[in-house]
């Protein structure tokens, strides 16, 4: 069922099709709430990938290839141009791969759907590994390393280790459910003190603090060298072609570019 606050949210994008003369292909929710572990006063990250009319693509001069909003009350709304979203797809970008697969979508196309295949094939696991192993090394060392600490940053340093461990086992992008994450990466010892810091989080403000967790300390000190090592043995891989690319965006502006907003 729709909330109030989805209904408003996809509201919000449809007045960004008609001011921007845009068709958005996909949009989706990207932060905490995703994720699954948003306190009661967590904004909603909304991101999503449009496309302009073709000739904004003919063009010599330089154009924005963003679209940020100025946050509104809890709402932070930002997106991409489609062919900044390929380019960033061809170095294969983490953040790319997580908000394609965040389980809250607000709008989405048929034909986005039907690439969502082909943009997993562009995943590159050294990518992501380095991606997510500099989120956590930056969390723990900025939040996590006094007597007391910010509760919401635990979870920003062990997603992204959980993360780093999927990659490491599977070669595939990590779910974005933090419950996923822990029921396939984290040992059975840790689940009990992950699961109470979650209720925790989840009734307090994003600024909660708490006392140092110290197993959860150790666990992170552990495997955030476990992983550098594992990271720094894997081979470099050579970049994917562009041309599946550039077929995907011709069709895209083939289909959307002369008649925005007609899905």
């Not at 797809?89 to 709008?107: D, G, K, M, R």
Request: net charge negative; with cysteine; proline share 6%.
């Amino acid at each position: 069922m729709t909330s109030d606050k989805e209904i408003t949210i996809i509201e919000k994008l449809k007045e960004l099709e008609r001011t921007e003369c845009i068709t958005i292909l996909h949009a989706v929710e990207s932060g905490s709430r995703a994720w699954g572990f948003a306190s009661p006063d967590s904004d909603y990250d909304v991101r999503f990938f449009y496309i302009r009319p073709q000739s904004e693509y003919l063009r010599l001069e330089q154009r924005k290839d963003v679209i940020e909003c100025p946050l509104d009350g809890e709402l932070d709304i930002n997106g991409w141009d489609f062919d900044k979203t390929l380019r960033l797809l061809h170095s294969s970008n983490p953040t790319l791969f997580e908000w394609n697969s965040s389980p809250l979508v607000y709008i989405t196309t048929a034909f986005f759907q039907s690439i969502i295949p082909r943009i997993n094939e562009y995943f590159t696991a050294k990518s992501g590994l380095w991606h997510y192993l500099s989120m956590a090394e930056k969390n723990y060392r900025t939040y996590l390393k006094g007597e007391i600490v910010r509760a919401k940053k635990y979870f920003y340093v062990i997603r992204p280790l959980l993360a780093c461990r999927w990659i490491l086992a599977n070669a595939t992008p990590p779910p974005m459910l933090f419950s996923e994450l822990v029921e396939s990466q984290l040992e059975a010892e840790y689940k009990s003190a992950v699961d109470n810091l979650l209720h925790i989080k989840k009734d307090m403000p994003e600024i909660g603090e708490i006392p140092r967790i110290q197993q959860l300390n150790d666990f992170i000190d552990e495997n955030l060298i476990l992983i550098r090592e594992r990271i720094e043995q894997l081979p470099n891989i050579n970049k994917k072609s562009w041309e599946p690319l550039n077929e995907i965006f011709l069709k895209a502006v083939g289909q959307f570019g002369r008649a925005p907003h007609s899905h």
